[in-house]
Nanobody, 125 residues
Framework: QVQLVESGGGSVQAGGSLRLSCAASGRTSSRYAIGWFRQAPGKEREFVEFISSSGGGTYSAASVKGRFTISRDNAKNTVYLQMSSLKPEDTAVYYC??????????????????WGQGTQVTVSS
């Protein structure tokens, strides 16, 4: 079991930066691979970034590659999403999610078992 809490969202102008945090708690929190997803009003939940349980493997969606960076500090049980060069189309609620195993696609929400409550990111022109 793992509990996830996102933080760090807010409002920024286009071209600005934000760093989101996903704090995990639970007896096996350090064993989970983590994905970041986002969902804008009226749109499907979209995959953004993935990081393996060790932090040695990452995967980025094409829409954010080169602008967003995922990392983790297992000593702090925290995963970060550093977002730079933000665009208005990045506006969404951002969620982190944990996988308990290696089955299923890392880029689909159905492949994850635990979810945080989300944090709002708003990018204005």
């Amino acid at each position: 079991q793992v509990q996830l809490v996102e933080s760090g969202g807010g409002s920024v102008q286009a071209g600005g930066s934000l760093r989101l945090s996903c704090a995990a708690s639970g007896r096996t929190s350090s064993r989970y691979a983590i994905g970041w997803f986002r969902q804008a009003p009226g749109k499907e939940r979209e995959f953004v970034e993935f990081i393996s349980s060790s932090g040695g493997g990452t995967y980025s969606a094409a829409s954010v590659k080169g602008r967003f960076t995922i990392s983790r500090d297992n000593a702090k049980n925290t995963v970060y999403l550093q977002m730079s060069s933000l665009k208005p189309e990045d506006t969404a609620v951002y969620y982190c999610a944990a996988r308990s195993g290696s089955s299923g696609s890392i880029s689909y929400a159905a492949g994850y078992d635990y979810w945080g409550q989300g944090t709002q990111v708003t990018v204005s022109s």
